[in-house]
Protein backbone atom coordinates (compact mmCIF):
# COMPACT_ATOMS: atom_id res chain seq x y z
CA UNK A 1 0.00 0.00 0.00
CA UNK A 2 1.08 3.92 -0.40
CA UNK A 3 2.11 5.13 2.98
CA UNK A 4 0.15 7.82 3.97
CA UNK A 5 0.95 11.83 3.54
CA UNK A 6 0.53 13.89 6.70
CA UNK A 7 0.56 17.23 7.87
CA UNK A 8 1.40 17.63 11.47
CA UNK A 9 0.71 20.01 14.24
CA UNK A 10 1.61 20.17 17.17
CA UNK A 11 3.66 20.91 20.32
CA UNK A 12 5.84 19.30 23.54
CA UNK A 13 7.35 16.26 23.63
CA UNK A 14 4.34 14.13 22.60
CA UNK A 15 4.33 15.75 19.03
CA UNK A 16 8.09 14.88 18.59
CA UNK A 17 7.17 11.47 19.35
CA UNK A 18 4.11 11.18 16.85
CA UNK A 19 6.69 12.35 14.34
CA UNK A 20 9.33 10.02 14.86
CA UNK A 21 6.83 6.99 14.86
CA UNK A 22 5.65 8.69 11.67
CA UNK A 23 8.62 8.74 9.82
CA UNK A 24 9.95 5.06 11.58
CA UNK A 25 6.90 4.15 9.66
CA UNK A 26 7.76 5.29 6.64
CA UNK A 27 4.90 8.13 6.18
CA UNK A 28 5.44 11.12 4.24
CA UNK A 29 5.20 14.15 6.34
CA UNK A 30 4.65 17.20 3.80
CA UNK A 31 4.65 19.68 6.61
CA UNK A 32 5.43 20.22 10.17
CA UNK A 33 3.36 23.42 11.94
CA UNK A 34 4.89 23.97 15.17
CA UNK A 35 2.35 25.53 17.90
CA UNK A 36 3.76 27.12 20.59
CA UNK A 37 6.95 26.31 22.48
CA UNK A 38 7.89 24.96 25.96
CA UNK A 39 9.94 27.10 28.03
CA UNK A 40 12.14 24.11 29.57
CA UNK A 41 12.42 22.12 25.66
CA UNK A 42 15.46 23.60 24.43
CA UNK A 43 17.31 20.79 22.41
CA UNK A 44 14.31 18.50 20.84
CA UNK A 45 11.58 20.72 20.09
CA UNK A 46 8.95 19.99 17.26
CA UNK A 47 10.77 22.24 15.44
CA UNK A 48 14.31 21.13 15.55
CA UNK A 49 13.74 17.39 15.02
CA UNK A 50 11.47 18.58 11.89
CA UNK A 51 14.84 20.56 11.08
CA UNK A 52 17.15 17.52 11.65
CA UNK A 53 14.56 15.20 9.30
CA UNK A 54 14.94 18.17 6.23
CA UNK A 55 11.02 18.53 6.94
CA UNK A 56 9.38 21.70 5.72
CA UNK A 57 8.32 24.32 9.04
CA UNK A 58 5.19 26.13 7.92
CA UNK A 59 2.67 28.03 9.64
CA UNK A 60 -1.04 27.13 9.29
CA UNK A 61 -0.93 29.79 6.54
CA UNK A 62 1.92 28.95 4.64
CA UNK A 63 0.28 25.47 4.13
CA UNK A 64 -0.34 25.52 0.31
CA UNK A 65 -3.31 23.62 -1.33
CA UNK A 66 -1.78 20.36 -1.94
CA UNK A 67 -4.37 17.67 -0.14
CA UNK A 68 -2.53 14.95 2.27
CA UNK A 69 -4.43 11.97 3.74
CA UNK A 70 -4.67 13.32 7.16
CA UNK A 71 -4.25 16.05 9.15
CA UNK A 72 -3.24 15.72 12.27
CA UNK A 73 -2.90 17.90 15.62
CA UNK A 74 -1.26 17.08 18.54
CA UNK A 75 -1.27 18.96 21.72
CA UNK A 76 -1.72 21.56 19.33
CA UNK A 77 -2.44 24.86 20.87
CA UNK A 78 -3.74 27.10 18.18
CA UNK A 79 -7.02 26.41 16.63
CA UNK A 80 -6.86 24.80 13.48
CA UNK A 81 -8.12 26.61 10.90
CA UNK A 82 -11.10 25.62 8.20
CA UNK A 83 -8.23 25.72 5.14
CA UNK A 84 -5.89 23.19 7.25
CA UNK A 85 -9.11 21.18 7.64
CA UNK A 86 -10.00 20.92 4.13
CA UNK A 87 -6.60 19.61 2.90
CA UNK A 88 -7.19 15.91 4.60
CA UNK A 89 -8.56 13.50 2.07
CA UNK A 90 -9.50 10.78 4.77
CA UNK A 91 -9.23 12.22 7.91
CA UNK A 92 -8.46 15.64 9.73
CA UNK A 93 -7.42 14.29 13.65
CA UNK A 94 -6.92 15.67 17.38
CA UNK A 95 -4.80 13.85 19.96
CA UNK A 96 -6.44 15.94 23.07
CA UNK A 97 -4.64 15.12 26.72
CA UNK A 98 -7.96 14.28 28.48
CA UNK A 99 -10.74 12.16 27.91
CA UNK A 100 -14.03 13.40 25.89
CA UNK A 101 -16.88 14.20 26.16
CA UNK A 102 -16.04 15.13 29.89
CA UNK A 103 -12.62 17.12 29.55
CA UNK A 104 -12.72 19.51 26.85
CA UNK A 105 -10.73 22.76 26.50
CA UNK A 106 -8.37 24.04 29.18
CA UNK A 107 -7.78 22.77 32.22
CA UNK A 108 -8.26 18.79 31.65
CA UNK A 109 -5.73 17.96 33.93
CA UNK A 110 -6.49 20.43 36.68
CA UNK A 111 -10.69 19.57 37.05
CA UNK A 112 -10.17 16.06 37.37
CA UNK A 113 -7.54 16.12 40.34
CA UNK A 114 -9.91 19.12 41.49
CA UNK A 115 -13.21 16.22 41.08
CA UNK A 116 -11.17 13.91 42.32
CA UNK A 117 -11.76 11.52 39.27
CA UNK A 118 -11.19 7.91 39.61
CA UNK A 119 -10.29 7.66 36.01
CA UNK A 120 -8.33 9.98 33.26
CA UNK A 121 -7.88 9.65 29.88
CA UNK A 122 -7.14 10.58 26.48
CA UNK A 123 -8.69 10.64 23.34
CA UNK A 124 -8.05 11.00 19.20
CA UNK A 125 -11.44 12.38 17.29
CA UNK A 126 -12.18 14.21 14.19
CA UNK A 127 -11.85 17.50 14.15
CA UNK A 128 -15.07 20.22 13.27
CA UNK A 129 -15.13 24.08 13.06
CA UNK A 130 -15.60 23.31 17.28
CA UNK A 131 -12.92 23.00 19.99
CA UNK A 132 -12.83 19.49 20.64
CA UNK A 133 -16.34 18.61 19.72
CA UNK A 134 -15.61 16.47 16.49
CA UNK A 135 -16.70 12.86 16.50
CA UNK A 136 -14.76 10.18 18.81
CA UNK A 137 -12.30 7.65 16.69
CA UNK A 138 -11.00 6.22 19.79
CA UNK A 139 -10.82 7.08 23.76
CA UNK A 140 -7.95 5.89 26.22
CA UNK A 141 -9.01 5.54 29.98
CA UNK A 142 -6.83 4.58 33.21
CA UNK A 143 -7.61 4.39 36.56
CA UNK A 144 -5.59 7.07 38.66
CA UNK A 145 -5.81 7.88 42.47
CA UNK A 146 -6.09 12.09 41.92
CA UNK A 147 -4.99 12.67 46.08
CA UNK A 148 -1.84 11.77 44.98
CA UNK A 149 -1.58 13.49 41.29
CA UNK A 150 -0.37 16.88 40.60
CA UNK A 151 -0.98 18.40 36.94
CA UNK A 152 2.37 17.72 36.23
CA UNK A 153 2.42 13.84 37.22
CA UNK A 154 -0.86 13.45 35.79
CA UNK A 155 0.05 14.95 32.11
CA UNK A 156 3.32 13.02 32.08
CA UNK A 157 0.36 9.77 32.85
CA UNK A 158 -1.77 10.88 30.00
CA UNK A 159 1.21 11.59 27.34
CA UNK A 160 2.34 7.96 27.64
CA UNK A 161 -1.25 6.71 26.88
CA UNK A 162 -1.73 9.06 24.19
CA UNK A 163 1.18 7.56 22.41
CA UNK A 164 0.43 4.28 22.78
CA UNK A 165 -3.36 5.67 21.60
CA UNK A 166 -1.51 6.86 18.69
CA UNK A 167 0.16 3.69 17.95
CA UNK A 168 -3.22 2.32 17.67
CA UNK A 169 -4.23 4.98 15.34
CA UNK A 170 -1.27 4.04 12.56
CA UNK A 171 -1.83 0.37 13.27
CA UNK A 172 -5.68 1.06 12.01
CA UNK A 173 -4.44 2.56 8.58
CA UNK A 174 -1.61 0.30 8.41
CA UNK A 175 -4.27 -2.62 8.66
CA UNK A 176 -6.70 -1.07 6.36
CA UNK A 177 -9.08 -0.83 9.17
CA UNK A 178 -11.88 1.82 8.96
CA UNK A 179 -11.55 4.71 11.39
CA UNK A 180 -14.08 4.64 14.06
CA UNK A 181 -16.44 8.10 14.03
CA UNK A 182 -18.66 7.76 16.85
CA UNK A 183 -20.50 10.95 17.93
CA UNK A 184 -19.92 12.69 21.17
CA UNK A 185 -22.58 12.54 23.90
CA UNK A 186 -23.97 16.23 24.07
CA UNK A 187 -25.26 15.49 27.51
CA UNK A 188 -21.74 14.60 28.71
CA UNK A 189 -20.10 17.91 27.11
CA UNK A 190 -17.55 20.00 28.78
CA UNK A 191 -15.68 22.76 27.95
CA UNK A 192 -13.58 25.41 30.02
CA UNK A 193 -12.20 28.57 28.94
CA UNK A 194 -9.05 29.86 30.08
CA UNK A 195 -10.67 32.90 31.96
CA UNK A 196 -12.10 30.03 33.86
CA UNK A 197 -9.20 28.31 34.20
CA UNK A 198 -7.42 31.50 35.34
CA UNK A 199 -9.86 32.06 38.18
CA UNK A 200 -9.78 28.37 39.52
CA UNK A 201 -6.57 29.02 40.37
CA UNK A 202 -7.54 31.20 43.61
CA UNK A 203 -7.27 29.49 46.90
CA UNK A 204 -10.28 30.77 49.09
CA UNK A 205 -8.68 32.12 52.53
CA UNK A 206 -11.09 29.92 54.68
CA UNK A 207 -10.72 26.64 52.62
CA UNK A 208 -9.54 23.71 54.70
CA UNK A 209 -6.19 22.22 54.61
CA UNK A 210 -7.39 19.00 52.13
CA UNK A 211 -9.15 22.24 50.06
CA UNK A 212 -5.89 23.62 50.24
CA UNK A 213 -3.68 20.97 48.84
CA UNK A 214 -6.10 19.53 46.52
CA UNK A 215 -6.01 22.76 44.68
CA UNK A 216 -2.50 23.37 44.91
CA UNK A 217 -1.95 19.97 43.47
CA UNK A 218 -4.23 20.89 40.31
CA UNK A 219 -2.41 23.68 39.67
CA UNK A 220 1.18 22.52 39.94
CA UNK A 221 2.91 23.09 36.62
CA UNK A 222 6.15 24.93 36.97
CA UNK A 223 7.46 27.13 35.50
CA UNK A 224 3.81 28.38 35.10
CA UNK A 225 1.75 30.11 37.85
CA UNK A 226 0.74 27.99 40.46
CA UNK A 227 -2.18 27.97 42.94
CA UNK A 228 -2.71 30.78 45.08
CA UNK A 229 -3.45 33.05 47.78
CA UNK A 230 -4.43 36.33 47.72
CA UNK A 231 -3.39 38.43 50.91
CA UNK A 232 -3.59 42.06 51.27
CA UNK A 233 -3.70 42.29 47.38
CA UNK A 234 -0.27 40.24 47.11
CA UNK A 235 -0.13 36.69 45.52
CA UNK A 236 1.45 34.10 47.57
CA UNK A 237 1.92 30.55 45.47
CA UNK A 238 1.34 27.46 46.93
CA UNK A 239 3.58 24.29 46.77
CA UNK A 240 1.45 21.00 47.05
CA UNK A 241 3.12 18.96 49.46
CA UNK A 242 3.12 16.41 47.49
CA UNK A 243 5.55 17.53 45.46
CA UNK A 244 7.97 18.21 48.03
CA UNK A 245 9.63 14.93 47.98
CA UNK A 246 10.12 14.80 44.45
CA UNK A 247 11.91 17.70 43.85
CA UNK A 248 14.23 16.89 46.39
CA UNK A 249 15.05 13.95 44.82
CA UNK A 250 15.21 15.31 41.32
CA UNK A 251 17.51 17.99 43.45
CA UNK A 252 19.64 15.34 44.83
CA UNK A 253 19.53 12.99 42.65
CA UNK A 254 23.18 12.54 41.85
CA UNK A 255 24.95 14.46 44.34
CA UNK A 256 26.78 11.45 45.90
CA UNK A 257 28.32 11.14 42.19
CA UNK A 258 29.12 14.73 41.59
CA UNK A 259 31.19 14.84 45.02
CA UNK A 260 33.19 11.99 44.02
CA UNK A 261 34.12 13.71 40.48
CA UNK A 262 34.93 17.00 42.39
CA UNK A 263 37.11 14.65 44.75
CA UNK A 264 38.72 12.98 42.19
CA UNK A 265 37.70 9.73 43.13
CA UNK A 266 36.95 7.24 40.63
CA UNK A 267 34.70 4.36 41.11
CA UNK A 268 33.47 1.04 38.60
CA UNK A 269 29.94 1.12 37.43
CA UNK A 270 28.48 -1.39 39.92
Known amino acids: MNKPTVVLLGSKPGAVVALELMLQNNWIVTAVVPSGSHPLIKEESLDKVASKSGLPILTQDELGPEKVDFVISYMCRDK ?117 FEKMKKIPLDASKETVQRI ?37 FDDLQKLRNAAGIMRETV
Open 80 to 196: VTPKTLSLAKKAALNFHAGPLPEYAGWAFYNLAILENAAEYGCTCHHMDDGFDTGPLLEVRRFEIVAAHDTAVSLERKSQEEMILLFKDFIKMVENGASLPKVPQDSGRMRYLKKQD
Open 216 to 252: ARAFFYPPYECAYLEINGTRVEVMPEVAKSEIAERLH
